[in-house]
Structures are given as C-alpha cells and as structure tokens.
C-alpha cells in the first residue's frame, strides 16, 4: 500500500469519523458504536475517487494530552497516520459547541505542516449549514459541511483532498469501454425554482429511455444514463441539496456552489432561464461559470407556455440573453416547457449536435486551407497589429483548442481573435462549444 497517497481522518471520539471512513472506501471496516474511542487501532482502506487512488486511515479517537480515556498508544499510532499523510481531514460534531479539545487538535495538526481539511459532520439539513461557519475559528480555512449518515458534501471534500493526487495507471483511457467513450455527461444548471428536476424528471423519462440508474459514487443521489437516438447521456442528478426551508439567500448562494461542481463534471451544460421572469444577475453569474470552465453549453428558456404573445416575446429574450452573456453567443438556444413538454424533443438532438463538435478534430492541411480561403485584411483589428499567420493546428479537442503560428509575439488582438473564431464557426460548425486559440511565434 506504501505507494498510494494517503489521507489520514482524525478527530475526537464520537464525532463520526468511522462513518466517514466507512462512506468513502464503502465497507463496514470500522465499527461504528457508541463506546468512546472504539477504534482503537488505525485501520486501514483503500479508496478511489474519479480515478484516482489513495490509502484512507481511520485514526481512533484522539484527545490531545494524556487522559484516562485515550491511551497514549492511541496518540502515538494516531501520530504515525499522520507523519505518513498526504493530506489530513480533521472531523468535529458540527452539531455540538467547539471544545478546547477541538481547539488543541486543531493546533497541533496545524503544526505538523501538512495540508489540513476540516470535515464538519452531522449536517444533516441544510438547516443547519450557517452552523458550520462557527468552525472557521479554528483557524484551518478548507472547511466543508458534510452529512457522513446521508453522504452530504462528500463529493465536494474528496475534490478537494485528491485534487493533487495522480490519475491511477489502471484509470487509463484504454481501460474505458466504447459505450463510456461515446457517453455524453450533461448536467442541467440554473439558479433556484427554474425547473431542473422538472425538466430531468421529463428527460428521463421520454418513453422507456432508462438504460440504468448508476448510484452516484457518495451521494445517494442517481446519474441516470439515458439512450435516445444512438447516444448515451449520462445526466447528473443536479436536484443536489434539497430546497426545503432554505432562506432565499443561502439558496442562491447554494445554486452557485451547485452550479460550479456540475458544470465541473459535465460535457455539456443545459443552462435553464426562467422564461417569464427574464435573465437575472444571478443567471448571468452561472452562465460566466460555464464559459469559464471551457464547457459546451445550450441556453433553454422554460417556462415558455407562460409567455405571450410568444413572437414579440421571443426576440426580447434572445436581445436580452446576447446582451447579458455576450460570451455565450456560440451556445444554441431553444423555448421549452419542461411541464408540458413543450420543444423538449429538440433538446437530445441538440445535445447530439453540440457533442460532436466539442470533440471534433480537423486536420492541419484542411485547417490550413481554410487559412489560405479567408481574406485576414478583413479582420478589424488595427493593421499595425494583425500579425502575418503563418499556419494553424489544432491542439486538442473538448473543446477545440487551436494554435497559430505567427511572426508577433504578443497576444492576438482581440478584434482578430474573434474574428478568426467566427471564421472557424462558419467553416467547421462548432456549435455550442467555446474555441480556444493560442499564438506561437514562429521561428
């Protein structure tokens, strides 16, 4: 086991790290009891998460200096898992005020030096989140609220241990099946009340379209697969953290964590827009997110058996959605209604089309001769600054990423990159998909 990285979970007795253990390597290894300081010994596990692998040690219950109830063997072991870890997880009852002991542990973690990620368990609701804040006195700002019981938070905090850990060698591309190669992952995006689990509930249930139901890796949530038309989508389960008795406010602030760990695990992002009530700032917010993040997106305005009259309506929000995401304006558009299942049969055919483009590769000598066909004078950018090109290559796909060969070594200007980008959309399509371009000098 010496080679994979190791993650050690300390805390003190009762606060539920073997329940965490037990949730992330998926075996009832530790005994889980009432008796303080149960686990008397380390035990070990082994974990992977997104392909990567690592060793998890649950630490028993720990008390910092001596006391009756924790032998100092506990301590001495404890200190063992840690001097060999890669990343610590300090456990506390969220449920229950800090103790001194808390506040001893934490210090002395902090002392060792090494990466320290504080798990606040037991929130069970989300009623109970603002809770968690308390725990930043503790002075280790990787804080996150999990419910080790239903599996809550769970994903976020293994994103961030093994965010430094390699991708396991047996994880290599071969080891994937076509089926995988070919699955597209969509995720549904948007703030609060647009319809998400609506329109995946209509998603997924387009007559018998249910392959299989994949429980989600910690959360009991479910990626549903569904096949229609010859593609296989893998459709996160983006209902998440369920929206009872949440003050608006920390449902929007929810809504844009959500948003970013989905659109993190996703190809294509459907982005939902409420159709009566217009773009929102907090639209605006997500949408950034999604171009950010390199990630294919098609806009759906819901709702739209609301709307009248539809025509006048129409041109109004697509106005409104390219003044307030200029950045997306290579994402297809569609009107739906997620209730009545109004345009949603246009949505697979759609995701299809975006799919292809964002993992479409065209070789150099056709790029090179689409080169040779566009007149570059035309681009806008000042002469002084349009650079000679030389040839172009593409790079990658998912998504398509381009270098130019040119005689300047500073960045495109702007006005030319774009141009050359919407050059690129009329020739090769690329619909839905961001297009990266790079500069290199050529020597």
Wanted: glycine share 8%; net charge positive; charged share 25%.
């Amino acid at each position: 086991m010496g080679q994979l990285p190791s993650v050690a979970i300390v805390g003190r007795p009762n606060v539920g790290k073997s329940t965490v253990f037990n949730r992330i390597t998926g075996q009832r290894r530790a005994i889980v009891g009432d008796e303080p300081g149960i686990t008397r010994d380390r035990i070990y596990g082994r974990a992977e998460w997104r392909g990567k692998e690592f060793e998890i040690v649950d630490t028993g219950g720990m008390i910092p200096g001596e006391s009756a109830e924790v032998p100092a063997s506990i301590l001495t072991q404890a200190k063992m898992a840690i001097d060999d870890a890669a990343q610590i997880v300090m456990v506390v009852d969220g449920r229950r005020e800090l103790t001194a002991s808390d506040q001893e542990l934490a210090q002395m973690l902090r002392r060792t030096g090494k990466p320290v990620v504080l798990a606040v368990n037991k929130m069970d609701t989300v009623a109970l989140l603002p809770q968690a804040q308390e725990f930043y006195s503790l002075g280790i700002p990787r804080l996150f609220p999990i419910s080790a019981e239903n599996g809550l938070g769970l994903d976020d905090l293994l994103d961030e241990i093994t965010a430094g850990f390699p991708v396991s060698s047996l994880e290599s591309k071969e080891s994937k099946t076509p089926a995988e190669e070919n699955e597209i992952t969509v995720a549904i995006i948007g703030r609060p009340n647009v319809g998400k689990s609506t329109l995946l509930n209509r998603l997924a249930g387009v007559e018998r379209s249910i392959v299989s139901e994949v429980p989600g890796t910690t959360r009991d949530a479910v990626d549903m697969l569904v096949q229609q038309d010859g593609i296989v989508c893998r459709l996160v389960d983006t209902a998440g953290i369920r929206r009872k008795g949440k003050t608006r406010l920390m449902a929007e602030k929810l809504s844009v964590v959500m948003a970013r760990r989905h659109i993190r695990l996703c190809d294509v992002a459907l982005l939902l827009l409420d159709g009566p009530q217009g773009v929102t700032a907090l639209d605006a917010t997500i949408a950034g997110y999604a171009y950010q993040s390199g990630k294919s997106v098609i806009i759906l305005i819901n709702k739209w058996d609301q709307v009248e009259p539809r025509r006048m309506a129409a041109k109004a929000f697509l106005e409104q959605i390219r003044q307030k995401f200029k950045f997306l304006d290579y994402a297809p558009k569609l009107f739906i209604s997620a209730k009545t299942g109004q345009g949603v049969e246009k949505i697979f055919p759609e995701i299809r089309a975006v799919a292809e483009s964002r993992r479409r590769r065209i070789p150099t000598a056709e790029l090179n001769r689409f080169l040779r066909s566009i007149d570059l004078e035309r681009a806008s950018s000042p002469a002084g600054q349009r650079p000679k090109v030389y040839y172009i290559t593409q790079t990658s796909a998912s998504p398509p990423s381009f270098v130019l060969f040119t005689d300047k070594e500073r960045r495109l200007h702007f006005a030319f990159e774009r141009f050359l980008i919407n050059q690129l959309r009329r020739r090769f399509g690329f619909e839905g998909t961001p297009i990266h371009l790079t500069q290199r000098m050529h020597h």
